[in-house]
């Protein structure tokens, strides 16, 4: 009878430790499933997140060509000042992919942009302005701007030189110390508003530029600057000249030696090159994704209208940026 009951005992003992070892495998194998899922999540989190940062950016830069395409259309009718006055606003749809490989609209995304225009023209091109005007525009004496003129490719220069592809790189050249530069106005100079820098034209825009730059470009006082700033918009140079109080001989850019009472060639009486900022938002309506980028670009339009991109840059909240200039 003993023996009866010790071996009922182990036996109940036996199924009790198995009981425990199940219980056990349950929740080792309930926390791997709970961490199998938890990871799932996160690994769609991350998936939506880089989604929304891919779609932000290409909505950045598809700002930037709708834009673009609106300005050819305003440009051609003489309208593009009106694009200046206030931002354009995008609203792309989403997509996502469908099972045949392909994209179809979705409702789980919501992307948008804002694009503003400036006059690029209504800046001063550092790599053409002549040595008389970048000594006043930049407050630097006649020698390191002759020396600053001479180091760029431009015809009649001596030496090969080289091109400034922004305008900080006055520091990089020893044109200007840092302290220097970051007291010059960022929205005064550019060095994008000439696509073929062998025949530069229509590169300063008159009835848009500041009265400091007016004073540099017609060689003018200040006080003259404002009043020409108040007699604007010009139609031509006998306008300008009567308000500038000169001769347009006497222009820090100068008219055409073989037509002395025509426009000078570097001059323009309307917007023909623009910088396009734009800023897009992607959000994912469906869980907590979203993401911002910007895309900046500089277009210009030659005399036959058609535009073409002198600069590109593309940014991200992450920090990361990839630049190109054309």
Same mark, same amino acid.
């Given at each position: 009878m003993r023996d009866v009951f010790r071996i009922y005992r182990r036996k109940t003992d036996e199924r009790g430790m198995a009981l425990i070892a199940a219980l056990a495998l349950l929740v080792v194998f309930s926390l791997l499933g709970a961490a199998y899922v938890r990871s799932m999540m996160l690994e769609m989190d991350r998936t939506n997140m880089l989604a929304a940062q891919l779609r932000a950016r290409e909505a950045a830069a598809a700002g930037v060509r709708a834009a673009i395409c609106k300005l050819e259309m305003a440009v051609a009718a003489h309208e593009a000042e009106a694009l200046l006055a206030q931002p354009l606003n995008f609203d792309l749809p989403g997509y996502a992919a469908d099972a045949q490989g392909g994209l179809t609209p979705s409702s789980n995304w919501k992307v948008s942009v804002e694009a503003v225009l400036s006059d690029e023209s209504a800046r001063l091109n550092l790599n053409h302005a002549p040595s008389s005007v970048l000594a006043l525009a930049l407050g630097i004496d006649g020698?390191?701007?002759?020396?600053?003129?001479?180091?760029?490719? $431009? %015809?009649?220069?001596?030496?090969?030189?080289?091109? +400034?592809?922004?305008?900080d790189e006055l520091v990089l050249r020893g044109i200007l110390t840092p302290e220097t530069y970051q007291h010059l106005n960022p929205n005064w100079f550019t060095v994008y508003t000439v696509p073929e820098p062998a025949q530069p034209a229509a590169w300063f825009n008159v009835n848009g530029a500041p009265p400091e730059l007016?004073?540099?470009?017609?060689?003018?006082?200040?006080?003259?600057? &404002?009043?020409?700033?108040? %007699?604007?918009?010009?139609?031509?140079?006998?306008?300008?000249?009567? %308000?500038?109080?000169?001769?347009?001989?006497?222009?820090?850019?100068?008219?055409?030696?073989?037509?002395?009472?025509?426009?000078? %060639?570097? +001059?323009?009486?309307?917007?023909?090159?623009?910088?396009? &900022?734009? $800023?897009?938002?992607?959000?994912?309506t469906g869980g907590s994704a979203s993401a911002k980028a910007q895309a900046e670009a500089v277009v210009c339009f030659n005399n036959r209208k058609e535009p073409a991109i002198t600069y590109w840059n593309e940014s991200s909240l992450d920090g990361e940026a990839a630049e190109k200039r054309m």
């Open positions: 020698e390191k701007a002759r020396a600053l003129a001479a180091s760029l490719p $431009r %015809a009649g220069a001596s030496g090969e030189g080289a091109w +400034l592809t922004s305008p007016l004073a540099a470009v017609l060689h003018i006082t200040p006080e003259a600057a &404002q009043a020409v700033v108040r %007699a604007r918009p010009f139609i031509n140079v006998a306008q300008l000249a009567q %308000a500038a109080g000169k001769e347009p001989s006497t222009f820090g850019l100068k008219p055409d030696e073989a037509s002395p009472d025509g426009l000078p %060639a570097a +001059l323009a009486f309307e917007p023909v090159s623009f910088r396009i &900022q734009c $800023r897009a938002s992607a959000a994912y």
